[in-house]
């Protein structure tokens, strides 16, 4: 009898409370909530990243299939009605091989644009590479390193000599004069430091990448 007593007793002493399994879940359904609220920004980041990344992939591309193919290609840049941002890159020329290429279109994260946000310098000696004064998120169309012409185009036509130039050069490919050179800026409309940069040299296609970082009580654009 006094077994079975016992027995009784440990059957009913084991297993979980309703309070205790509560409290449990409880626990959990706070930690995934801190977990998640801390992985927002990380995720915002990496989608302005991606933005980044697929800009400079998109004008590399066309430059190194217009000197590969010895033919011209132009990336051209807008935003959508949404804000998102729209990259196609396409040769320039048709007929013969230059009709067998197609053209490619590349959109940004739903998050991310071709945006300025208040607060970035605009002083010309302050901007990436020095072209412009910031008034522009789409900026190409400079002959010079921020000389030559107003900028403010929204295409860019690369050459079978890695070259960039300007609407009077496609297909022909014309002289210095027709260099077209500028930035382009990405972030997300509202956050400053979500904002990246990238600029093109047009006598040789050069390519760079920039960020920007806060400078004591202001920011500066930091190459990549």
Excluded at 49 to 78: H, K
Excluded at 125 to 144: E, R
């Amino acid at each position: 009898m006094l077994k079975m007593k016992a027995l009784r007793t440990r059957n009913n002493e084991s297993g979980f409370s309703l309070l205790e399994m509560m409290t449990v879940c409880a626990l959990v359904i706070v930690m995934c909530a801190i977990t998640f609220i801390s992985l927002v920004p990380l995720l915002k980041a990496q989608r302005v990243t991606n933005a980044y990344n697929t800009t400079l992939s998109a004008i590399r591309l066309a430059r190194d299939n217009a000197v590969s193919q010895r033919t011209s290609y132009s990336v051209t840049f807008s935003d959508t009605t949404s804000g998102q941002g729209t990259i196609v890159v396409a040769p320039t020329l048709t007929g013969g091989f230059q009709g067998q290429q197609t053209s490619a279109t590349y959109q940004l994260p739903t998050d991310v644009g071709f945006n300025i946000v208040t607060g970035i310098p605009t002083s010309n000696s302050a901007t990436p590479d020095n072209y412009g004064t910031g008034a522009a998120a789409i900026d190409f169309g400079y002959t010079f390193n921020g000389s030559g012409t107003s900028g403010g185009q929204t295409a860019i036509y690369f050459c079978p000599d890695g070259s960039s130039q300007n609407t009077s050069g496609i297909g022909a490919c014309l002289g210095p004069g027709n260099w077209s050179g500028g930035v382009i800026y990405i972030a997300r409309q509202g956050e400053l430091t979500s904002s990246r940069a990238i600029t093109l040299w047009g006598a040789t296609g050069r390519i760079r990448g920039w960020r920007l970082y806060g400078n004591g009580g202001g920011y500066q654009w930091v190459r990549q």
